[in-house]
């Protein structure tokens, strides 16, 4: 049941851009993306519900394709603060709190 | 300042012997959950609680326990630990969307 995210990891340098993928071999409710800097607690950037929504803030958006059962993280001229391992955390209905599932992660470092 | 707080932060302990894992948080979130961190598996569920006297087995139950006898707090127990236990633990609160997480705590079991 555990999400499968795409690519594992990934290098840039600052300001190209990244796609990190996420998809579930079940229907999703919604999906949260997260990010984890090395030695510190997964924070959390966004939330994406049922309905094909697309969200974002600053440079950082997300899109949730719920036909497919997948959300896409999108970093748009990325810089060195965004290095760190994001991981999509999948909900399978609106019974809040059962079945919430994380991503194994997907490593990105920014290089100057 | 919202937060999460876990003790202790770092544990080595050694087969067998008893421990507890503190998490407390000053949110008012009904919603309380332990996940163990391992390189390669993301984050993976232990426990979850959905209010008061109420918890749930997540993922990877075997080997824990927990309780929720206050709103703030939801301690982790470790019975009988056993070297599969060593892992990076997370406690995380929320309502209904973003969670929160402690600090972690690092235990090793030798």
């Known amino acids: 049941q555990q999400p499968v995210q795409s690519p594992q990891a990934v290098i840039l340098r600052e300001g190209e851009d990244a796609v990190i993928n996420c998809s579930s071999s079940k229907a999703l409710y919604s999906v949260h993306w997260y990010r984890q800097k090395h030695g510190e607690a997964p924070v959390f950037l966004m939330i994406l519900l049922k309905g094909g929504e697309q969200k974002g803030h600053d440079k950082i958006s997300a899109s949730f394709n719920e036909k497919k059962q997948q959300s896409s993280l999108y970093l748009t001229a990325s810089q060195l603060s965004y290095s760190g391992t994001y991981f999509c955390?999948?909900?399978?209905?609106?019974?809040?709190?059962?079945?919430?599932?994380f991503g194994p992660g997907t490593r990105l470092s920014v290089l100057p | 300042e919202a937060q999460v707080t876990q003790n202790p932060r770092y544990l080595i302990t050694v087969t067998g012997k008893k421990l507890t894992v503190t998490c407390s948080q000053n949110m008012n979130h009904e919603y309380m959950s332990w996940y163990r961190q391992d390189p390669g598996l993301g984050l993976r569920q232990i426990y979850y609680s959905m209010n008061v006297e109420v918890t749930d087995k997540g993922d990877v139950p075997e080997g824990y326990k927990v309780s929720r006898k206050e709103k703030r707090n939801f301690p982790l127990i470790l019975e009988s630990p056993s070297p599969n236990q060593t892992s990076l633990y997370f406690c995380?609160?929320?309502?209904?969307?973003?969670?929160?997480f402690g600090p972690g705590t690092r235990l090793t079991v030798l």
């Open positions: 955390g999948t909900e399978f209905s609106d019974n809040y709190g059962q079945n919430f599932v």
């Open positions: 995380a609160s929320s309502k209904r969307d973003r969670k929160f």
